[in-house]
Structures are given as structure tokens and as C-alpha cells.
């Protein structure tokens, strides 16, 4: 379940746009409504709560009462910052180990490059190698990862654009399914995507994995 369309991610796009058109001028652009944009967060994870409370898959029933509500971080607006692709010439194929041990085949599609706290960062891309490219495959890890967020790292989707010019919004980073049932196979982040600063948004470790104190 991604995040919605439109909103937040249109503004930055627009904003982003007029700014390369004016020679790089850039400031950093924000929301029109940043309550709305926060509500759509806040909806988003309830339905997430709501379906999964609703079905065995991935939660097993005598489970849902250690794993819900998921945990979250806040919202927070300086964690959804403008990104760029830089497609790749030659889309490589590799193969990420998966929590089962299995590797799954994964194309990189390309580069995302984008600020986050006054840091310059990227993440690769990804997409299954030999099928039409749907939606961008973003696996991450950061410095909460394995304390205060899931150890195998987190998940985002980002739809493809025509124009190049992305929203990375951590507020929607959420725990692979292997986080909560082992019967899945999840791909780990390649080593690109490691991030060097914690992200403090999206998704927190699941409660009855987070670390003792």
C-alpha cells in the first residue's frame, strides 16, 4: 500500500520544475496546507491498521495484539524532500540475499538524488529484473536501523513520473512483511542504500522486536 497520489508530491514536482527553469534558484519547498498533508498521513496509517486487522495475511490472528497498531514515528514535513532520477544506461540486474536466504533478481532502474538535513544523499532505485517497471523498489536502511526501526532495513514505493522529478517522503517508509511473519521472503537493501544519518519517520521497529532496554 503506497502513498497517495497528488497533494504534497504535486506541489513539490511543480515547484521543483520552476525551479530548474529559473537557473537552480532553489528555496525549499514546503506544502500549501501542511495539515492536510499530516491528515494524509494519519489516514494512510489507519487504513493500514484497519486492513491488516482485518485479514491472517500478513498478520496472523494471535498475533494482531502484539503487532497492533503499527508504531510510527510522528509526521514530520522535513522528511518528504524533492528528488531527482538519474536513470541508468544499462539497467544492471543484481541479486539481493532475502531473509530466507533465497536471492531475488532486482533491476536498478536508476539514482535518486536528494537532501535530507542539509546532506546530500542517494538511494537506488530498483524494480524485478524482466518485468515492466510498475512502481520504484527503494529498500533503505539508516542509523535506527536495528534499534529503534526494523533490523532488515525499511521499504518505499515511489510511482514513475514522465518529468524525472520525485518526492522521497520517509513519512511513508514502512517494515517488510517478513518483519511480522516469517513464511515471507524479503530482499535486504544493497549496500548503496545504506544511509549514513537516521531517518527518524515512518515506520518503527514492530513491538515485540523492538530492543529491550
Request: with cysteine.
Amino acid at each position: 500500500m503506497g502513498p497517495p497520489k497528488g497533494g504534497r508530491y504535486a506541489v513539490f514536482g511543480l515547484l521543483l520544475l520552476a525551479a530548474i527553469g529559473a537557473g537552480g534558484c532553489t528555496s525549499s519547498p514546503g506544502p500549501e496546507d501542511d495539515s492536510a498533508y499530516l491528515n494524509q498521513i494519519i489516514e494512510w496509517r489507519a487504513e493500514r491498521d484497519k486492513t491488516w486487522s482485518e485479514t491472517t495475511d500478513p498478520i496472523p490472528a494471535d498475533k494482531r495484539s502484539e503487532f497492533l497498531p503499527l508504531p510510527y514515528y510522528p509526521p514530520n514535513t522535513a522528511y518528504a524532500v524533492p528528488a531527482e532520477l538519474k536513470l541508468s544506461d544499462t539497467r544492471p540486474v543484481v541479486e539481493l540475499p532475502t531473509s530466507t536466504g533465497e536471492l531475488r533478481r532486482m533491476q536498478i532502474v536508476g539514482t535518486l538524488e536528494f537532501t535530507l538535513n542539509g546532506q546530500k544523499l542517494s538511494l537506488g532505485a530498483l524494480s524485478p529484473a524482466g518485468e515492466p517497471i510498475r512502481s520504484l523498489f527503494v529498500p533503505f536502511a539508516d542509523l535506527t536501523t536495528g534499534t529503534e526501526t526494523y533490523k532488515a532495513g525499511r521499504y518505499l514505493d515511489i510511482e514513475p513520473t514522465a518529468t524525472g522529478i520525485y518526492t522521497i517522503d520517509f513519512n511513508y517508509a514502512y517494515n517488510p512483511t517478513c518483519a511480522y511473519n516469517n513464511a515471507y521472503s524479503c530482499p535486504y537493501p544493497p549496500p548503496s542504500n545504506r544511509l549514513k544519518i537516521p531517518v527518524h519517520a515512518g515506520e518503527k521497529a514492530p513491538a515485540d522486536k523492538a530492543p529491550k532496554s
